[in-house]
């Protein structure tokens, strides 16, 4: 036995046996199963993504103008995960419609993609639009400015509307440009503005009904610039009563001699260099102040003044109250200068008749 296990032969039985253990161990099918079902569960792994992609024309459309298709399509892709990121990330295919032999008219057309990889599944909404291709044409429109004029403050005015650029570009289908009546800007001004509008305004194309008609405007915005602007005018004033108490007259007096008024063009043209302002004494007994509202006073004829308020002193009259005693005073001298001419009359005729008496005696003798 000990020459047994000591031969080579023995260790050699020893060694095929190993290797055949190796073999049959790294060939068996448990082993196998696991590395494949790993291989498999990696390869069926699956990802969906919602996609927003830009639709694409495949058409003359220097010649053709082209509408009622959306400018972007939502596309659903599924398949590998790594398939499905990497499609996301990089967006290498293309949606489109195949325009180029269609004519002049309305077509129902179907999206179609390119360069989609084959292991991918997708959907898309829409998957057909309806297209309507008309004669494509273009000309160039004045922008008319458009805006609420009663949006000023009182007695301010608008000047002349600036539009930069004053015309734009419009293009569309021939049917549409045709049914174009004006290009206009129609800027919104705040209530009661009382400084310059300048801001950029969207650019409108108007049918004759005032409804927007379909083209493409350039630019689509442009710059309004609208003056505004009061005009106003340095005036004196005359302080004038107004009303009666008791029949009583009054003088007025105020600090302020001269105010500055304000309007438009037309009421400041209408003022002349001084303005009469009415002073109610119906309410006045005696001498007072009281504060004149200048604007109200003048009513319509200006917007506002500068003060708009001003104080004035009411004193009553005394000419009214010593007319009497004036018109007695002059009777009294009247009477007086009558009895001394009377007197004056008799003492003449008494000297006149005593050097009548004396003449007489004379003549006696």
Same mark, same amino acid.
């Given at each position: 036995?000990?020459?047994?296990?000591?031969s080579?032969?023995?260790?050699?039985?020893?060694?095929?046996?190993?290797?055949?253990?190796?073999?049959?161990?790294v060939?068996?099918?448990?082993?196998?199963?696991?590395?494949?079902?790993?291989?498999?569960?990696?390869?069926?792994v699956?990802?969906?993504? $919602?996609?927003?992609?830009?639709?694409?024309?495949?058409?003359?459309?220097?010649?053709?103008? !082209?509408?009622?298709?959306?400018?972007?399509v939502?596309?659903?892709?599924?398949?590998?995960?790594?398939? $499905?990121?990497a499609?996301?990330?990089?967006?290498?295919?293309?949606?489109?419609?195949?325009?180029?032999d269609?004519?002049?008219?309305?077509?129902?057309? @179907?999206?179609?993609?390119?360069?989609?990889?084959?292991?991918?599944?997708?959907?898309?909404?829409?998957?057909?639009?309806? $297209?309507?291709?008309?004669?494509?044409?273009?000309?160039?429109?004045?922008?008319?400015?458009?805006?609420n004029?009663?949006?000023?403050?009182?007695?301010y005015?608008?000047?002349?509307?600036?539009?930069?650029p004053?015309?734009?570009?419009?293009?569309g289908?021939?049917?549409?440009?045709?049914? !174009?009546?004006?290009?206009?800007?129609?800027?919104i001004?705040p &209530?009661?503005?009382?400084?310059?509008?300048?801001?950029?305004?969207?650019? @409108?194309?108007?049918?004759?009904?005032?409804?927007?008609?379909?083209?493409?405007?350039?630019?689509?915005?442009?710059?309004v610039?609208i003056?505004?602007?009061?005009?106003?005018?340095?005036v004196? !004033?005359n302080?004038?009563?107004?009303?009666?108490?008791?029949?009583?007259?009054?003088?007025?007096?105020?600090?302020?001699? &001269?105010?500055?008024?304000?309007?438009?063009?037309?009421?400041?043209?209408?003022?002349?260099?001084?303005?009469?302002?009415?002073?109610?004494?119906?309410?006045?007994?005696?001498?007072? &102040? &009281?504060?004149?509202?200048?604007?109200?006073a003048?009513?319509?004829?200006?917007?506002?003044?500068?003060?708009?308020?001003?104080?004035?002193?009411?004193?009553?009259?005394?000419?009214?109250?010593?007319?009497?005693?004036?018109?007695?005073?002059?009777?009294?001298n009247v009477?007086?200068?009558?009895?001394?001419?009377?007197?004056?009359?008799?003492?003449?005729?008494?000297?006149?008749?005593?050097?009548?008496?004396?003449?007489?005696?004379?003549?006696?003798?």
């Open positions: 036995m000990k020459k047994i296990i000591n080579n032969y023995f260790y050699a039985l020893i060694s095929l046996g190993c290797a055949l253990w190796l073999f049959f161990f060939s068996s099918p448990g082993v196998g199963s696991t590395r494949d079902s790993n291989q498999s569960n990696t390869s069926t699956t990802k969906k993504a $919602v996609l927003t992609v830009p639709l694409q024309l495949q058409a003359d459309v220097d010649k053709y103008y !082209i509408t009622g298709y959306p400018q972007n939502k596309v659903t892709i599924e398949g590998p995960a790594a398939l $499905v990121t499609t996301k990330n990089t967006q290498n295919f293309n949606l489109y419609l195949n325009l180029r269609l004519s002049i008219g309305q077509h129902r057309v @179907q999206i179609k993609e390119s360069g989609l990889n084959s292991e991918l599944t997708y959907s898309m909404k829409p998957k057909y639009v309806t $297209v309507n291709i008309q004669r494509r044409e273009t000309k160039k429109f004045a922008v008319v400015a458009d805006y004029k009663e949006s000023l403050a009182t007695g005015e608008s000047g002349t509307t600036e539009v930069s004053d015309t734009v570009t419009v293009t289908a021939a049917s549409e440009i045709n049914k !174009i009546d004006r290009v206009v800007v129609k800027p001004l &209530k009661g503005i009382k400084s310059t509008f300048d801001q950029e305004v969207l650019v @409108q194309a108007l049918d004759k009904n005032g409804k927007t008609v379909n083209v493409t405007l350039d630019p689509q915005t442009v710059h610039k003056p505004i602007t009061i005009q106003s005018k340095q004196s !004033i302080l004038k009563q107004k009303g009666t108490s008791s029949g009583n007259s009054f003088t007025f007096d105020s600090d302020v001699k &001269k105010i500055k008024v304000f309007g438009t063009q037309s009421q400041i043209n209408a003022i002349s260099d001084s303005v009469d302002v009415p002073i109610d004494v119906s309410d006045v007994n005696g001498s007072t &102040k &009281k504060s004149i509202n200048l604007t109200d003048l009513g319509s004829k200006v917007a506002f003044t500068d003060p708009n308020t001003i104080d004035v002193t009411i004193n009553q009259s005394s000419s009214s109250s010593t007319s009497p005693t004036n018109s007695s005073s002059s009777t009294s009477d007086s200068s009558t009895n001394n001419s009377s007197n004056s009359s008799n003492s003449s005729n008494t000297n006149s008749s005593s050097d009548s008496s004396t003449d007489d005696n004379k003549d006696s003798e």
